[in-house]
């Protein structure tokens, strides 16, 4: 009597039987349209008549809306002033090697700034991209649960058998300068008001991040400023936001003349005549910099002509290549091969 060895399923797998032994399915893919590559699909021709106006198209809306977008960037008043104080010619210079009671002032002319200004601190060669720093976090405890200590967060994670709270590389290295801004008349200062309100994005501030139950009076003062320093920069070369000094009723925000820039706070512990400068951020030992930044803000937020030349290039590239595909095409596209064919 002959066996068939070889049976067919309906499922599309081959199973092959000796008598009673174990079904083997074969690796054969199933029999449908997704695992057989039968899915309709469409495939381009790529023409003269399709590719050249895709080219001038690009190129004749990138290039305005580029120019807009630079022009628009180029008229954000700015003021930059680094205040690391390590070059001899700088006004902090004196700050370096003096007692703690000195003050880290210095003085600048600002241009006439109309509408809410905003005040940014800047730092270089840092990076927060670094893999390890990035993940040197705890999400569940920054949204306030206490009992969630991961291992990522070494080695800031206990400190003499206690945990850390926030833990991680990134919340221990937080950028700590405070900083007061003056207006300078007649040689008396008048201290511009700065607001803390408004610099953090809302959904950091009401999804992600939650003060721990319990007395949180001195973590409400830098909670604004903790949630901006744990949103990690992706450039080495970057600014966070400080500090918003808002348009008063009357014209204009910040009047051109002097100010001057300040880091006010001070640790002192008389008692044990120990004082200490707790707002000065160490930069030295990673060759950084320190700046603060006052900038207005546009319709596209604040200043970076860099997407206005992306634009103005991309639309050039592609313009220019439209012309080029366009001379080729009328010499050469409609030439007869005709006489190229052997008699």
């Known amino acids: 009597m002959a066996m068939n060895y070889n049976a067919k399923e309906e499922d599309g797998h081959h199973a092959s039987s000796v008598g009673s032994g ?21 495939q381009p021709i ?20 580029g120019i807009g977008i630079f022009v628009t960037s180029n ?13 001899p010619t700088s006004p902090c210079y004196k700050c370096l090697n003096v007692s703690w009671n000195s003050t880290n002032i210095f003085y600048l002319f600002v241009y006439v700034l109309q509408g809410n200004v905003f005040m940014y601190y800047g730092l270089s060669n840092f990076y927060q991209n670094h893999r390890r720093y990035v993940k040197s976090r705890d999400d569940s405890q920054l949204n306030g649960d206490k009992n969630s200590l991961p291992k990522e967060c070494d080695p800031y994670r206990m400190n003499d058998n206690k945990p850390i709270a926030p833990c991680g590389a990134i919340a221990n290295s937080m950028f700590n300068d405070s900083l ?21 994005w809302w959904t950091d501030k009401n999804v992600k991040f939650k003060n721990p139950t319990g007395n949180t009076t001195n973590l409400e003062n830098i909670f604004k400023d903790f949630i901006v320093w744990m949103r990690t920069a992706a450039l080495p070369t ?19 003349g002097n100010y001057s820039l300040s880091e006010y706070s001070i ?17 030295l030992s990673f ?39 366009f001379v080729i095409h009328h010499k050469y596209g409609n030439r007869n091969n005709s006489s190229d064919i052997p008699n």
Not at 184 to 193: A, H, L, R
Not at 238 to 256: D, H, V
């Open 238 to 256: 970057f600014r966070k936001l400080y500090r918003l000094i808002e348009k008063p009723n009357s014209y204009p925000t910040l009047a051109p």
């Open 75 to 87: 008229n954000i008043r700015e003021k930059e002033v680094d205040y690391t104080g390590i070059d």
């Open 22 to 42: 174990p079904v083997v399915k074969s690796k054969k893919p199933d029999n449908t349209a997704f695992k057989q590559q039968r899915l309709p699909a469409w």
């Open 267 to 283: 640790l002192c512990n008389t008692m044990l005549m120990y004082c200490q400068r707790m707002f000065d951020y160490p930069v």
């Open 180 to 200: 007061r801004l003056y207006y300078i008349s007649n040689g008396v200062e008048t201290d511009i008001p700065l607001k803390k309100t408004g610099i953090a």
């Open 287 to 325: 060759d950084g910099r320190k700046r603060m930044i006052l900038s207005t803000i546009s319709w596209m937020g604040g200043k970076n002509p860099f997407l206005g030349i992306a634009y103005i290039t991309v639309g050039s590239i592609c313009f220019f290549l439209g012309v080029v595909l």
């Open 46 to 65: 790529l023409t003269a008549g399709t590719v050249l106006p895709a080219f001038f198209i690009i190129g004749i809306v990138f290039i305005p809306i």
